[in-house]
């Protein structure tokens, strides 16, 4: 069978942030790629290098601290690592999207909804005349489910909930029908009932548009119901890949393992505490000369200790930095 061709491919990335303390290695040597209307879910806990991936992508690391220094990022025949700021910018927003955590932080407080949709229109098409962009707007505010999208149009964040601050940056992300949506953590700050509307309109959209997203989340729950495919990420590395129920069923990294077994499930005894990985996440100002999940892992031997384990497979389409995977 004929598989489609990635619409982005992320190879051997490497980024760092300066700070104080030294040098922050927050990805190294990040690997992946993803298909047209396809959701990949980047997983780990916080600190894992997520979000760097993200903005590495869109370039939008702070600087000076934050810097790419290595890698390719490959779209649409072209490497965004090192694309002039001008085209960069004509693709960022336009034809890659990004979803912050917390909308509140990423929509300006003194400016109404309707400003900021109207301006983010306008900055990728200069043809459209202001009565086509208010009504494009409107329309935009209707597909994600706001209701009296003419009043909401007038409010400012604060006059909204949390729920309808999503919608609304999920509507300036489809502003420009984008080819690739990054999520990052869109449903954290959000209650259950709210969180399942919101990756239910992703899910329609994604649809509806045919659009690549990159789901970033810590929640396993919110991952088996959005992805086709996920990448655990810990200390800046993808540890393991593969489709979705491959990895629910049959984990093979020691780090995915724990992960999956510190969920709650319906089988698990009323105030049980639950299982915990032990130790803590190795600094990244200091990176080991072995696994970095080697002083945490129960399988840990000499030869974690000595290297860092290359990417093995293990069946088509799943494949884990480890060792000893056969052992897990």
Not at 78 to 87: G, Q, Y
Not at 119 to 133: D, G, K, P
Not at 218 to 224: E, M, S, Y
Not at 256 to 279: D, Q, W
Request: proline share 6%; with cysteine; net charge neutral.
């Amino acid at each position: 069978m004929l598989c489609n061709a990635p619409v982005l491919t992320v190879q051997d990335l490497a980024a760092s942030f300066k700070i104080d303390e030294g040098l922050v290695r927050a990805v190294q040597g990040v690997s992946f790629s993803i298909e047209k209307g396809k959701t990949l879910g980047l997983v780990g806990e916080s600190g894992s290098g997520k979000s760097t991936v993200a903005l590495s992508i869109m370039r939008l690391l702070p600087k000076p601290s934050g810097t790419i220094k290595s890698g390719r990022i490959l779209f649409d025949g072209r490497d965004l690592v090192t694309l002039p700021p001008d085209s960069m910018r004509n693709i960022r927003g336009k034809r890659i999207a990004m979803i912050f955590q917390e909308p509140m932080t990423a929509l300006n407080p003194v400016y109404t909804i309707g400003d900021q949709l109207v301006e983010m229109l306008a900055l990728h098409h200069h043809e459209m005349t202001r009565s086509s962009l208010l009504e494009a707007c409107l329309e935009l505010l209707k597909k994600v489910g706001i209701s009296e999208p003419q009043r909401r149009m007038h409010d400012y964040p604060h006059q909204m909930s949390g729920g309808m601050r999503q919608r609304v940056m999920i509507a300036m992300a489809l502003t420009c029908k984008p080819d690739i949506l990054i999520a990052d953590e869109p449903t954290t700050a959000l209650d259950v009932t709210i969180q399942a509307q919101i990756l239910d309109l992703m899910r329609k959209l994604q649809d509806e548009y045919g659009m690549a997203i990159i789901f970033i989340t810590h929640d396993f729950g919110v991952v088996a119901e959005m992805c086709h495919d996920v990448a655990v990420m810990y200390g800046g590395m993808i540890v393991e890949e593969a489709p979705v129920n491959d990895l629910f069923k049959c984990p093979r990294h020691p780090y995915t393992k724990g992960l999956l077994e510190s969920m709650p499930c319906l089988s698990t005894r009323r105030k049980a505490p639950l299982p915990v990985i032990k130790g803590k996440v190795s600094s990244l100002l200091e990176i080991p000369t072995g696994c970095n999940f080697e002083n945490r892992c129960s399988l840990a031997g000499d030869q974690c200790r000595r290297k860092v384990p290359e990417m093995d497979s293990v069946s088509e389409g799943h494949r884990v930095r480890c060792f000893r995977w056969r052992e897990v």
